[in-house]
């Protein structure tokens, strides 16, 4: 499956966004594209995920990404891939998803499954501009796309119960942009935003199932580690 933006794997296409204003200008266009009004694959049917994520060595310019697929039932790896690419954007907050974005395409165009699901380290609808890194993916490859984030940004919420499957609404305002989910009891909760074609609560759900044994999904430590063990092999 192919989801490269240039024919020079991990490198941004000749039209790629180089100034703050032309990205949001892509983000006011993509945006209108995201599919926010389908529920997305049931959690616990039999399909394939996969988890992706980035490292960057700012020294050199250099961005590694990784996509790990598991099978979602028993969280083994199916699959994995990585691509190791230029910076292809400056630093701005709100438009990480431009410095990410054709090295994450090039490794997800490396595996020779299907996702039923991708998992972005990130956010998606819980982004200032909502189009953060899960939503931008998930409209450039078609795929059902979700975030699980570590923080919850700039939005509020108050504390989930303490059980694992506790949540409450992440908010911008009034407006409910993501869940704070305690995946573990105790634990500080993660945030997940839909991205595209998926609804909350089903990514609720999978990251409850993909977080079976740790407070971060198994596709996004799996992907972090294999991120860095590249980013490492290209020093």
Same mark, same amino acid.
Request: glycine share 10%.
């Given at each position: 499956?192919?989801?490269?933006?240039?024919?020079?794997?991990?490198?941004?296409?000749?039209?790629?966004?180089? !100034?703050?204003?032309?990205?949001? +200008?892509?983000?006011? /266009?993509? #945006?209108?594209?995201?599919?926010?009004? /389908?529920?997305?694959? /049931?959690?616990?049917?039999?399909? !394939?995920?996969?988890?992706?994520?980035?490292?960057?060595?700012?020294?050199?310019?250099?961005?590694?990404?990784?996509?790990?697929? *598991?099978?979602?039932?028993?969280?083994?790896?199916?699959?994995?891939?990585?691509?190791?690419?230029?910076?292809?954007?400056?630093?701005?907050?709100?438009?990480?998803?431009?410095?990410?974005?054709? $090295?994450?395409?090039?490794?997800?165009?490396?595996?020779?499954?299907?996702?039923?699901?991708?998992?972005?380290? &990130?956010?998606?609808?819980?982004?200032?501009?909502?189009?953060?890194?899960?939503?931008?993916?998930?409209?450039?490859?078609?795929?059902? $796309?979700?975030?699980?984030?570590?923080?919850?940004? $700039?939005?509020?919420?108050?504390?989930?119960?303490?059980?694992? &499957?506790?949540?409450?609404?992440?908010?911008?305002?009034?407006?409910?942009?993501?869940?704070?989910?305690? $995946?573990?009891?105790?634990?500080?909760?993660?945030?997940?935003?839909?991205?595209?074609?998926?609804?909350?609560?089903?990514?609720? +759900?999978?990251?409850? #199932?993909?977080?079976?044994?740790? #407070?971060?999904? /198994?596709?996004? #430590?799996?992907?972090?580690? *294999?991120?860095?063990?590249?980013?490492?092999?290209?020093?």
């Amino acid at each position: 499956m192919t989801y490269a933006t240039t024919d020079n794997p991990g490198c941004p296409p000749p039209d790629w966004p180089t !100034t703050e204003a032309a990205a949001r +200008a892509v983000q006011d /266009e993509l #945006r209108g594209r995201v599919i926010l009004d /389908e529920p997305g694959p /049931e959690p616990g049917a039999p399909l !394939t995920v996969v988890g992706v994520d980035v490292a960057y060595d700012d020294e050199r310019d250099v961005v590694a990404a990784a996509a790990v697929a *598991l099978d979602a039932g028993t969280l083994d790896v199916v699959e994995e891939a990585t691509a190791v690419g230029r910076v292809s954007f400056p630093y701005v907050p709100g438009l990480l998803a431009f410095r990410e974005i054709p $090295t994450v395409l090039d490794a997800l165009g490396r595996l020779s499954v299907t996702p039923g699901l991708v998992v972005c380290d &990130g956010y998606g609808l819980a982004h200032p501009r909502r189009f953060g890194l899960a939503s931008h993916l998930g409209v450039l490859t078609g795929l059902p $796309t979700m975030g699980v984030a570590k923080n919850p940004f $700039t939005f509020r919420h108050e504390a989930p119960g303490p059980l694992r &499957g506790d949540s409450s609404p992440l908010l911008d305002g009034d407006e409910e942009v993501g869940r704070a989910l305690r $995946t573990r009891a105790g634990v500080k909760p993660v945030f997940v935003s839909v991205g595209h074609r998926v609804g909350l609560d089903h990514a609720c +759900a999978f990251a409850l #199932r993909l977080a079976r044994d740790f #407070r971060l999904p /198994e596709t996004t #430590r799996a992907a972090d580690a *294999l991120c860095r063990g590249a980013l490492r092999a290209a020093s």
